[in-house]
């Protein structure tokens, strides 16, 4: 058993953010620091022992990183880790573990959402019942319908089987082909996407982002989809081109796109994305279903008793892959 | 085999209505007549055998009842067949059937998403999407949650399949109690419907309009839903009685009220309903799914020629009852 009156935990959260609900459980087994920026951190920093970062976009962990001079132990209360992987850290021996499996079906709940809205338009209703007009459109049906999922972990898993649930025919990218999947009709290697992509009415990003999913929807991805195929991305915004994007729903290279993510959160007030109407976005917030603070809470608590008694941290990340694989 | 030549079909439909996508079908085998309104009506049932009415809100035929000299058989393309349930039809020989299981499909998957925006609060999205807002907020799940559907028939029998697929906890009203049904947990009769409400994260209503359901969801019903419940409206309009559901809208005895039917169809422009944020609506167009005027069509060719073949006429309504049951 390690010694717990020593162990110094720090948490890093975006400026303004209240302390994480649940924290005082965390006080019971450990000194509490908190950061919000390089300054903070730099000078909490030394002497801690874990880092836990509920800010998945901080800038601040590479910046404040050479004052580090005792952790063991950084943990994501985010499954995107893409803001910690810098080359010191990935280098290093420090583990860092994510929140995997918390948001898993909300996220699944709300892809499946905008799958149906896409196909009722019922954004668009929204929009008409707004401007009190009566409108009858005929609609369309999911049932039978295929999508690809790009992204094959946990998220994408869960998607899959929800999408499935509904008749749906799912298949999906992987980092490297899959054969015989539990819940993916096929999963091939993400060199195939742009062939996969050309079958699909409905594209799913699930993926992490890391150097290889980093703009991966581009001009060439969107041509390679159907005109009526809709994209939904709950991964990461830097994984689509968002100029791009723009351009293939003007220009009509495909039929919609659901975001949740984006390039630039919150998106900027003027952006053209808003007022497309065959957008549907939100902000960043497809997983936080209720309860979802004490639920990430709840986790690390789990997995800091687990490692306080001596056993392995679990939903570790593969630093070079950039994910819990 | 009848005698086709002398066969005489007029197709009743709402004035401005272009002719019926198929009808050529029908033109094969009989005379086809055209009639939108009383006048035209009384002109065209004299010597009709059958009649075809793709109208649901038609007032006609009970004015023009007194000229159908020869009337066999009427087929409402529609599943709701209450325009036609007046007591010199009721009480008659003259045939009824509808357009049972064309839409069933289309509208569970209607109902899923709005009970999916309704937990996901997209409608309210879309609103911050018009204004260029970013809002995060946390939503809710489904998975779990209890609905009640109020009509166990084809249509609510295909949306309580759907909603347990997705993990939801489905029980449903019937005009009599019934006991280990495949698709619900349980099957109450109406008299149980007031104590089933109390329990009911979402109400769905997916029965047919008689003087039994007329007016069913007052007041009183709305005061035995739990303030959190979303009631859902995909049967008829005045299933409901819609001051009653504005009051109660207005004073949060429900959450929120998914509707595509109304008491009045065009809703008139300046009714309350349009600007409450806790209702979600369309133009009476849930089934609509692309490819449903022929399927509609080819429902009732399959049905005519059954028919001329010298069976029996499938989909027939009990007109003591008002459905096909």
Not at 72 to 86: E, N
Not at 154 to 182: F, N, Y
Request: with cysteine; net charge negative; glycine share 8%.
């Amino acid at each position: 058993m390690r010694q717990q009156p020593e162990l110094i935990i720090t948490v890093l959260t975006a400026p303004g953010d209240p302390e994480p609900l649940g924290i005082e459980a965390v006080r019971a087994r450990a000194e509490v620091r908190f950061a919000y920026d390089e300054a903070s951190l730099t000078a909490t920093l030394p002497g801690t022992d874990v880092l836990l970062v509920t800010d998945f976009r901080t800038e601040a962990l590479a910046a404040a990183w050479h004052t580090a001079d005792r952790l063991q132990w950084i943990h994501a209360a985010s499954t995107g880790v893409d803001a910690l992987m810098f080359p010191a850290l990935i280098d290093g021996p420090v583990i860092v573990s994510n929140a995997s499996g918390t948001f898993d079906y909300a996220i699944a709940e709300y892809v499946l959402c905008t799958v149906l809205m896409f196909a009722k338009d019922f954004h668009n209703s929204v929009r008409l019942q707004v401007q009190h007009q009566w409108q009858h459109r005929t609609t369309e049906r999911v049932d039978g319908k295929r999508v690809l999922v790009v992204g094959a972990g946990s998220i994408g898993r869960e998607i899959a089987r929800l999408l499935t649930a509904v008749g749906m025919q799912v298949h999906g990218i992987a980092r490297t082909e899959r054969a015989h999947d539990p819940d993916f009709i096929s999963v091939r290697s993400q060199a195939e996407l742009h062939a996969e992509l050309a079958h699909a009415d409905y594209v799913v990003i699930a993926a992490p982002l890391t150097p290889q999913t980093h703009g991966l929807f581009d001009s060439t991805a969107f041509k390679a989809m159907r005109s009526t195929a809709r994209l939904i991305n709950i991964g990461r915004g830097p994984i689509v081109n968002t100029a791009d994007l723009v351009t293939a729903l003007r220009e009509g290279q495909i039929a919609g796109a659901g975001l949740d993510v984006f390039e630039q959160e919150p998106l900027p007030e003027s952006h053209p994305l808003w007022d497309m109407h065959n957008v549907i976005m939100t902000a960043h917030m497809a997983g936080d279903a209720v309860g979802w603070e004490q639920a990430l809470m709840n986790q690390f608590i789990d997995n800091l008793e687990g490692w306080l008694a001596g056993k392995d941290i679990f939903n570790q990340v593969n630093k070079k892959l950039g994910y819990a694989g």
